[in-house]
């Protein structure tokens, strides 16, 4: 008896399981017309590049804290063990599609996402006097003289002789984009399904980087400050095609995308500088140069590059009810030709062109720095959950 009861038992649930699987993917294939999907997205982008160092210290206060100097040290940008990685970015990704015929073999899908804007900022000083030396390292092309004193042309820096001060360095980034894409159903079996993708791809990075040196003059409320910002934007727009293919399984399922869009990115570089001296009951002084941003670059840049972004989507699925599905995935996306802030700085200065550092400000010798465009890679990759509905 008790074994005629175990044979009749596994009978039932084989026939109860393979009624749910085939159930759960006749859902899959129902004849929905419309599906919207709404994800949360955890991303990181490549690192904002600092190919340059940026900010130096020296212990011996009577160094600059130049490269060349004995016990000169890199605190952040190339050289130093600072990352210049922002970390993770959350956003929001939200597709909505539809068939256009009742066979489901042609239909359109739009998508867009938005990720955060996320900062980073380092930030060192000194006391001054016979304290450590912080500075911004920088090349001089030609020598020239401050004051009283003679610098050769060669390694030397932005530095506070002898003063209190501050250098901080402040990065940001943000990422968004979107598409319009019309779809149709290349095959369908059971348990397969591979749909085609034709259409067109934004995409837009905006970045900035900013490098400020606050120096206390030695009078009260007496300040010096100078500050270079660099922005960039790329903006990407292109045809691309792809494949979607949804694999199923019971109510599990396995769905993958990959796409490619070919087409132009709009470059824009625009460089800002700013001299500033603060003196009690005197007007303050401004000039639009910098360290890195003088009269011989500074200004807003333009150009059209050719670029390629290729993305992959993988996400697993559960089919809770016919029209509703939970998803987690992973996500890749790439730019093969960007313009970043710190590729943009030229560390080869002139500096007898700042009428604060130089007075009066006249340019003497070859022009420098100068604007140029220097690109590179950008990639950017993480995970996305996000839930579809289909009616």
């Given at each position: 008896?008790?074994?005629?009861?175990?044979?009749?038992?596994?009978?039932?649930?084989?026939?109860?399981?393979?009624?749910?699987?085939q159930?759960?993917?006749?859902?899959?294939?129902?004849d929905?017309?419309?599906?919207?999907n709404g994800?949360?997205?955890?991303w990181?982008?490549k690192?904002?590049?600092?190919?340059?160092?940026?900010i130096?210290?020296?212990?011996?206060?009577?160094?600059i804290?130049a490269?060349n100097?004995?016990?000169?040290?890199?605190?952040?940008?190339?050289?130093?063990?600072?990352?210049t990685n922002?970390n993770?970015f959350?956003?929001?990704?939200f597709?909505?599609?539809s068939?256009?015929?009742d066979d489901r073999l042609?239909g359109?899908?739009?998508?867009?996402?938005?990720l955060?804007?996320r900062?980073?900022?380092?930030?060192?000083?000194?006391?001054?006097?016979a304290?450590?030396v912080?500075?911004?390292?920088?090349?001089?092309?030609?020598p020239?003289t401050v004051g009283?004193?003679?610098?050769?042309?060669g390694?030397t820096?932005?530095?506070?002789?002898?003063?209190?001060?501050?250098i901080?360095?402040?990065l940001?980034?943000?990422?968004?984009?979107?598409?319009a894409?019309?779809?149709?159903?290349?095959?369908?079996?059971?348990?397969l399904r591979?749909?085609?993708?034709?259409?067109?791809r934004?995409?837009?990075l905006?970045?900035?980087?900013?490098l400020?040196d606050?120096?206390?003059?030695?009078?009260?409320?007496?300040?010096?400050y100078?500050?270079d910002s660099?922005?960039?934007?790329?903006?990407?727009?292109g045809?691309?095609?792809g494949?979607?293919s949804l694999?199923?399984?019971?109510?599990?399922?396995?769905?993958a995308?990959?796409?490619?869009a070919?087409?132009?990115?709009?470059?824009?570089?625009?460089?800002?500088?700013?001299?500033?001296v603060i003196?009690?009951g005197k007007?303050?002084l401004?000039t639009?140069?910098g360290?890195f941003?003088?009269?011989?670059?500074?200004?807003?840049?333009?150009?059209?590059?050719?670029a390629v972004v290729?993305?992959?989507?993988?996400?697993?699925?559960?089919?809770?009810t016919?029209g509703i599905?939970?998803?987690?995935?992973?996500?890749w996306?790439?730019?093969?030709n960007a313009v970043?802030?710190?590729?943009q700085?030229?560390?080869?200065?002139n500096?007898?062109?700042n009428?604060?550092?130089?007075?009066p400000?006249?340019l003497t010798?070859?022009?420098a720095?100068?604007a140029?465009?220097?690109?590179?890679?950008?990639w950017?990759?993480?995970?996305n959950?996000?839930?579809?509905?289909?009616y």
């Open positions: 008896m008790t074994k005629r009861l175990t044979v009749s038992l596994g009978i039932l649930l084989t026939f109860a399981t393979v009624s749910f699987a159930g759960a993917e006749e859902w899959a294939r129902a929905t017309r419309f599906w919207f994800e949360f997205l955890l990181r982008l690192s904002a590049p600092a190919p340059v160092p940026l130096t210290v020296n212990d011996n206060p009577a160094t804290a490269l100097e004995a016990g000169t040290r890199i605190l952040f940008g190339h050289g130093s063990p600072e990352s922002l993770w959350a956003g929001m990704r597709t909505l599609g068939w256009v015929d042609f359109w899908e739009g998508s867009a996402f938005l955060e804007r900062s980073l900022i380092y930030g060192t000083g000194s006391a001054g006097a304290n450590p912080v500075a911004i390292p920088v090349n001089s092309i030609v020239f009283a004193g003679f610098n050769p042309a390694e820096s932005q530095n506070s002789v002898g003063r209190p001060n501050r901080s360095a402040h940001n980034a943000k990422l968004w984009g979107g598409e894409n019309a779809v149709a159903s290349l095959w369908e079996s059971d348990r591979l749909v085609g993708v034709v259409g067109f934004y995409l837009d905006l970045e900035n980087l900013t400020s606050t120096i206390n003059s030695g009078g009260a409320g007496d300040l010096f100078i500050k660099i922005g960039t934007r790329n903006q990407f727009y045809g691309q095609i494949v979607h694999w199923m399984r019971g109510r599990w399922n396995l769905d995308t990959a796409k490619i070919f087409g132009p990115t709009h470059q824009v570089m625009s460089l800002v500088g700013e001299s500033n003196a009690a007007p303050t401004t639009p140069q360290v941003v003088e009269s011989t670059n500074r200004g807003r840049y333009t150009r059209n590059v050719f290729p993305e992959v989507q993988l996400n697993i699925g559960y089919q809770l016919q599905r939970p998803f987690f995935g992973y996500n996306m790439y730019l093969s970043r802030p710190g590729n700085i030229d560390r080869d200065i500096p007898t062109q009428p604060v550092l130089v007075p400000g006249t010798g070859p022009a720095p100068l140029n465009f220097r690109s590179s890679d950008f950017a990759q993480g995970f959950l996000g839930i579809e509905i289909r």
